[in-house]
């Protein structure tokens, strides 16, 4: 298995350019998530989805959105890139049953917006 | 509000010897907690996690973690820490459904 891969590894945007960032599971779990890291801020969540066609807002959702068309992809869109949303992006995915199941993280995704 | 703390931005410890990266929470009703590590430019790792029961729980590469309820802690430890130790540590809390609240970070420095 692969897990959870994410494309592309490293990005710069200038301000107001579009992306897409990619996110993949091969371990049919049904939980999604989207969250970025910035220094010395830990983990917030941006979006999640619980299935396909299901998603929902995390904790900082402004200027981004999903979409979960299979159970394996959850794509992460930036329509209008700004200097805030510089960051590291992680994609997870856990196992439908429970609360107690641990998360899967992907490798991550570098961004620069100048 | 619920919050999770990690008090201590970096901890320092000669291999060898002990390690505790503490850990402290504020969240109503009875959560689930987690520690993931982080090595450099790479995604989370799961480490171990508290659902109930036993209050010691053990985990990955020799690490283990304990749950005080009443000092709604869950502290990581290690008997003796390894260079290879060195790493960024979270400790997370899951509550209300799927809802996951990460603490700031905690960066481990293992010295040889």
């Known amino acids: 298995n692969a897990g959870v891969t994410q494309t592309p590894k490293f990005r710069i945007l200038k301000i107001g350019q579009s992306m897409t960032l990619q996110c993949t599971q091969d371990?049919?779990?049904?939980?999604m998530y989207w969250y970025r890291q910035d220094p010395g801020m830990g983990l917030k969540l941006i979006y999640y989805?619980?299935?396909?066609?299901?998603?929902d807002k995390g904790e900082v959702p402004n200027g981004y959105n999903v979409s979960r068309s299979t159970t394996e992809d959850f794509p992460l869109r930036l329509e209008l890139a700004a200097p805030s949303q510089t960051s590291v992006y992680f994609c997870?995915?856990?196992?439908?049953?429970?609360?107690?199941?641990?998360?899967?993280f992907g490798p991550g995704t570098r961004l620069t917006v100048l | 509000a619920q919050s999770v703390a990690q008090p201590e931005d970096q901890v320092n410890v000669a291999e060898g010897n002990p390690l505790t990266v503490k850990c402290t929470y504020s969240?109503?009703?009875?959560?689930?907690l987690f520690w993931y590590v982080q090595y450099p430019n790479r995604g989370l790792q799961f480490l171990l996690k508290?659902?109930?029961?036993?209050?010691l729980v053990k985990g990955s590469y020799g690490f283990e973690a304990e749950f005080n309820k009443s000092q709604t802690s869950f502290h990581l430890k290690k008997p003796s820490a390894l260079v290879s130790d060195s790493a960024l540590y979270f400790c997370?809390?899951?509550?209300?459904?799927?809802?996951?609240?990460f603490g700031a970070g905690t960066r481990l420095f293992v010295k040889a």
């Open positions: 997370a809390v899951r509550f209300r459904g799927f809802k996951t609240i």
């Open positions: 997870a995915s856990s196992y439908s049953e429970g609360d107690h199941n641990e998360q899967f």
């Open positions: 969240v109503s009703g009875n959560p689930y």
């Open positions: 989805s619980v299935g396909a066609g299901i998603t």
């Open positions: 508290y659902i109930t029961g036993d209050n």
């Open positions: 371990m049919n779990h049904n939980y």
